[in-house]
T-cell receptor, first 114, second 109 residues
C-alpha cells in the first residue's frame, strides 16, 4: 500500500531532551516536507526537501533540523525541545519536486513537551 | 497579515445543501491552488487542485480560482454527512506551500 508513515504517533517528553520523529514514504517521491498544525494557525511548513541531500527552510524552521540521506526517509530532529513546540506534526511527500501541490500526508505525530 | 486567509467557521448545513468555502490570499506568485480535506485525528488528503485561474469539477466538488481578485472557492453539491470534516485551502508558487487555517464543516442528517 502506497503510504507515508510516521513514528512515533504520540510522544510526551521534557524540555531539552533531544528527539527524532521519523518519516518514510514508499512511493519513490522526490519531494518531502514537514508541517506543524496548531489551532487557529492551520498547517505551517517547517522544512522541505526537493531531493536527496537538498533541503530548505519553510516558514517556521527555528528549533528544528532535518536531513535527507535517502530518498524514502526524512526525519525531523528537535535538538532541545521547548513547550512552544508542543503541536501536531505531519510529514508529507509529493511525486515531483516541481509539483509539490500533490501532497500525500502521513497520519501525524502528536508531540507534547513539558 | 497572513498570506492565506480562511474563515474557520464552523459551518453547519443540512444534508443535501450546497457547501461554499473560500480563501483569499496576498501573494500574486501563487500558481497552484489546492483543497485538502481533513477528518478528525487524520492527516489531510488532497481533494483537488487547480493551476492558475479557472474552474475545475470533480463529481460533487467544484473549485474556482479568480487570480485577479486573489480569491478561491470550493463548492460541495448535495452534501452528505460523510463530508463533515475540516477543509483546508493551500497554495504554492514554487517549493513552499502556504495553508489556510481550515474551515470546519458539519453536514446534519
Amino acid at each position: 500500500e502506497a503510504q507515508v508513515t510516521q513514528n512515533p504517533r504520540y510522544l510526551i517528553t521534557v524540555t531539552g531532551k533531544k528527539l527524532t520523529v521519523t518519516c518514510s514514504q514508499n512511493m519513490n517521491h522526490e519531494y518531502m516536507s514537514w508541517y506543524r498544525q496548531d489551532p487557529g494557525l492551520g498547517l505551517r511548513q517547517i522544512y522541505y526537501s526537493m531531493n536527496v541531500e537538498v533541503t530548505d527552510k519553510g516558514d517556521v524552521p527555528e528549533g528544528y533540523k532535518v536531513s535527507r540521506k535517502e530518498k524514502r526517509n526524512f526525519p525531523l530532529i528537535l535538538e532541545s525541545p521547548s513547550p512552544n513546540q508542543t503541536s501536531l506534526y505531519f510529514c508529507a511527500s509529493s511525486p515531483g519536486a516541481a509539483a509539490p501541490h500533490e501532497q500525500y500526508f502521513g497520519p501525524g505525530t502528536r508531540l507534547t513537551v513539558t | 497579515q497572513k498570506e492565506v486567509e480562511q474563515d474557520p467557521g464552523p459551518l453547519s448545513v443540512p444534508e443535501g445543501a450546497i457547501v461554499s468555502l473560500n480563501c483569499t490570499y496576498s501573494n500574486s506568485a501563487f500558481q497552484y491552488f489546492m483543497w485538502y480535506r481533513q477528518y478528525s485525528r487524520k492527516g489531510p488528503e488532497l481533494l483537488m487542485y487547480t493551476y492558475s485561474s479557472g474552474n475545475k469539477e470533480d463529481g460533487r466538488f467544484t473549485a474556482q480560482v479568480d487570480k485577479s481578485s486573489k480569491y478561491i472557492s470550493l463548492f460541495i453539491r448535495d452534501s452528505q454527512p460523510s463530508d463533515s470534516a475540516t477543509y483546508l485551502c493551500a497554495m504554492t508558487g514554487d517549493y513552499k506551500l502556504s495553508f489556510g487555517a481550515g474551515t470546519t464543516v458539519t453536514v446534519r442528517a
